[in-house]
């Protein structure tokens, strides 16, 4: 099989067991906390070639449980008020935090169903913070991430 061919298959497999292709959801990491992939590698506890392999598609999976339950910790803390605004401090803290975890994954650590509904996230959202730094928090994110900006807005607004 041409390596092109493997490569798309790959991502496609991406798509299947994450959500959508690993480069993109390490991409996101690198932007928000604003570090090189090098350095992401090091909080995430897989080797920098590794993880460029996963990104490009060379490598279908991430073999170690624990590594994708950090690379899930960091998206979440993207969420966090302080990290989404850009708060260098709680970013290098929260990266701390994940990297020196010790995650273990099981069958009641991660839900069955693909991702919440989305009145339960909208709930979350509401639960974390107001209204008010809701549509502040979409206001900063929206050029870069319109679709979380717009997932914001609508909790801010929802009853």
């Not at 989305?118 to 929206?142: C, F, K, N, Y």
Request: charged share 25%.
């Amino acid at each position: 099989m041409e390596a092109s061919n493997i490569i798309q298959k790959n991502i496609e497999l991406q798509r299947q067991w994450y959500g959508e292709p690993l480069g993109d959801r390490v991409r996101r990491l690198v932007v928000a906390f604003d570090v090189s992939q090098s350095h992401l590698a090091d909080v995430l506890g897989i080797s920098a070639p590794m993880l460029s392999q996963v990104m490009s598609g060379r490598r279908a999976k991430i073999g170690n449980p624990a590594v994708l339950a950090r690379l899930i910790m960091l998206e979440r803390k993207i969420l966090t008020p302080e990290v989404a605004s850009g708060v260098r401090e709680a970013m290098i803290e929260a990266m701390e935090e994940v990297r020196v975890s010790n995650p273990s994954v099981g069958r009641d650590d991660l839900p069955v169903q693909r991702g919440l509904e989305e009145s339960t996230l909208l709930a979350v959202l509401r639960d974390i913070t107001d209204g008010e730094d809701l549509v502040e928090a979409a206001e900063m994110l929206g050029e870069e991430f319109p679709a979380v900006a717009d997932i914001l807005r609508r909790a801010a607004t929802s009853v």
